[in-house]
């Protein structure tokens, strides 16, 4: 703004000549100093404190309408509005001092967030300070309440000037775990507060504070013995309590407990990690229900409480029937019988819409810390199990809670038949969003089901789910992914009756797979096949990430030696678990006793496994016999002699489990070690029956012990002379696939594809699906009439997507999902029939062949106008992405308005249009943009119409910059043109339209857009807060 003096109505234009006069415009009127005081004190108003302090400055009459304004303002926010900022810097102890006195009523002054205070004043040396801040505010006669965020600010206040109250929230800002040791706060009993966030502070007690009606301590030390002996607050209507480091004895939480029941407005309770005793609870509500207590509580959370109890949660529950909507259970609490005793009480709950079962606290979960380092800093010693419900259990919990909207369940690996929590009295007809955590046990075949017949389903939110099983565990017979189970190396198919559901009842902790039992015995044809077991969708112990695969090219390793007799052939095949033994001529001169009626099986540990070698008999039958067991221990004659010195029942005794590390014994069938030395005795010795442990594990280390000792064994044979022994040596065929699976979780090389595991959707509701860490391979959307966006994070293993009928789907979000097939994903979109306009933002964690996908997009059957946007931001930015949104459907909305009402013509892609247009471009007008977004370049090819001329517009009368964006920052900034809608557009773009009618070039509808950002192309996952 120019100085102030009197306009003249002609100026001289700037120039040599100088002599020429014209009008001066109209905007060298000072129109802001003609305004009176009373208006410009009005305008004040709409400002912040820092932009009329500066209004000062600029002339004698804004100097005085401020003063003006100060000497009248009664509330003042030094953060105008904006909470979570600090005030403006630069103020000094006499600065503020001089501002405050200009203000002789301000009743309220908000914002007073320093971004640093010196606790004393320092002579010679102008600071801010704690007594500075004093001595300003005590020179406001008429201060009410200052709102501020400053630990010990708000002490000095409470100290020395207990009349004034502490507006708003109070939380501190510099909270950490640990807790800082001088973060510290004493709260007298006079503090005038209504609502006090603690966090990372330390605190001798919580008093008796008649106002509160706020608490919340969250990592808060409990410095006194007795912390809660003066807890009172009537007023209290939120109690939270959150692994805070308070007193061990359970005793001394008594008095914390009988005050929130005298706080007869209290709503919300939220109590993680406190050790209060046992049944406390419930004697206190029967004390007070009568009189009020807990009677109006709202919400009700217990986390990882060590000692609560059934009776502490249902008394609650049942006292707060009326209000109750919303309840997180700790997982020790998670059980059938809560339920079924709440059904019992025969209770309505009008308002309950929120239920979270297995409850276990943010901080818990994403803290690094161990066990042990959280109770060195004071919080209470709790280890939390998962939760034991049941189907039973979730079935009984919609017959109790039957207006239940949201339900979100973590970690309880005892659920395995969702489509049975659905009966007459258990419909769920008003759940909208259903999340489900670590669930592992659940089946995918029955979770499908049960989203089928919920009729009002809306959201479903799946992490940590349908785990695909460890790779080999259907060869070596584990039950996949509980590292329980019997391998099928040690099973005779004569008597494999294995009960694996007792194992995995025995090990309930460990998420069993729940297979199905063994089938009956096989024939003796069949009995060199192994078999396979079942893949359940089970986690493995710890949730441990898998490590990264690496694509190993195609190799055939052949181990041959020398003078090999003419052996059976065997091929291996890894994937399935076959072992196939072609019979061949046998070497003669093998001479039998003539007590050995029947041949022997051998098996040999090999690089795929078991190999079976058969030696032909005068038989056609193959009875299968104890398999050859090679030890990796240097001394296996000694072991051999041991083996035929004891007696039978002696071997049958011997154990063979994991011995250590070092040293790995081999699998053994019924634990009977055979040495090679020793098989052409065999007949000496009666033959065991064949049949194994229950609880025989194989981990691997034994089967990399097995691998290990079949090449020494290979190796040692022909220096031993144990081919006098005439046991025939096959020619083994390894064939190694170019697979991305080499490194599995049993340390197999053999190659194994993933297991197929199909996520089905029919809803007529659903809305959104996110899915996060899951084992699903494929997702089909058979019926979803209203889904609008599929959200995939880290799904190791999810591969391709089929849309058969989900018609308005326009958001689509892949990140990190390492096995993804782009190219039928892409196809499966695009495909869909043009009623909406779709995103998709993929994080791709290989190199892309950009000219193949554009050839793939541009050139294929799909009727939109496509722009492939390539993103290289890392630490990955969002802006572009969410930017598009905005405008992208402007862009199609042009397209649409020109069709319908101005008979533009409509373009088509048929496949008439793909033989006429066999190179690039396609038939479409291509073309690309370039630029930088936050020093991160980015590149946009596409054929969006309108695009290009709408950047290059001046901003019109309808521009906007209140925006930060503009092309600088992002790709197309349309708020700061001015282009707000189509009809804006449409006047800024008349010149191409014409030239496209006049050309005869159509236009599609639709568009859609494919965001592919670049950070994780290497390979490795870049953590991001917004996926």
Sequence with gaps: MGPRRKASKLQPVGGSGGGELLPSPSETKDYINELSHEVLCHIFRYLPMKDIVCMESLSRKLREAVTLYLRVVKGVDLCAGRWWEYMPSGFTDSSFLLLLKKMPDLEQLYGLHPRYLDRRRVRGYEAFSIPGVLEALQACPNLLGVETSHLELVEAIWNYMPQVHILGKFRNRNGAFPIPAENKLTIPITAKIQTLHLVGVNVPEIPCVSMLRHLYLKWVRLTKPQPFKDFLCVSLRTFVMRNCAGPTNSLKYVPLVTGLASARNLEQLELVRVPFLGGLIQHVVEDSWRSGGFRNLHTIVFGACKNALEVDLGYLIITAARRLHELRIQPSLTKDGVFSALKMAELEFPQFETLHLGYVDEFLLQCKMTHSELVKYGLADVIENPGIITDIGIKVVNEVFTNIKYLLIYNCPHLHNPHHWITDQSRWSRLVDLSLVRCHAIKLESFAQFIESLPSLEFICLDQMFREPPKGCARVGLSAGTGIGVSSALVSNQNSNNDNENNNNNHHH??????????????????????????????????????????????????????????????????????????????????????????????????????????AGPASAVVPKPPLVISDSDSEEEEGLVSRLMPASSLQQTTSCTEGKGKTPLRRSNNVALPVSASVDQSKAPVPDISCEKSCQVTSEQIKADMKAAAENSRRTSVKGITDLSIPRPRIVVRRKRMADKSTSTSDPVTEDDHVQILSLKSKNLVGITLTNCGITDLVLKDCPKMMFIHATRCRVLKQLKVESAPIVNRFDYAQCKKLDMEQVLDQILRMPPERNRIIYMRPMHQIDTVALERQLFQGPYPYHIAIVHEFSNPPNIRNKVRIRSWMDTIANISQELIKYEFFPEATRTEEDIKNYPRYPWGRDIYTLEGMVDGAPYSMITDFPWLRTLRAADPNSYARYDFEDDESTTIYAPRRKGQLSADICMETIGEEISERRQSKRGVFQRVVVLFLHHCDTPGDPVDDDYI
Excluded: C, F, W, Y
């Excluded at 192994?530 to 181990?559: F, K, S, T, W, Y």
């Design 510 to 615: 460990n998420n069993e797979a729940n297979l199905p039992p063994a089938p009956p015995p096989v024939n003796n044809n069949n009995n060199n096949q192994r078999q396979q077991q079942h893949n359940a969708p089970v986690e493995v112990n710890g949730m441990e990430d898998e490590e990264e695969e690496e694509e190993e090219e195609e190799e055939e390793v052949i181990l041959e030696e020398d003078n090999m007799e003419a052996g059976p052939r065997i091929e291996l095949k890894g994937a399935g678990g076959e072992v196939r033994v072609e019979e061949a001529a046998v070497t003669p001169g093998v001479s039998r006793p003539a007590g050995a009626s029947q041949p022997h099986d051998e098996e040999r540990a090999g690089p795929s496994g078991l190999v079976q070698q058969s030696t």
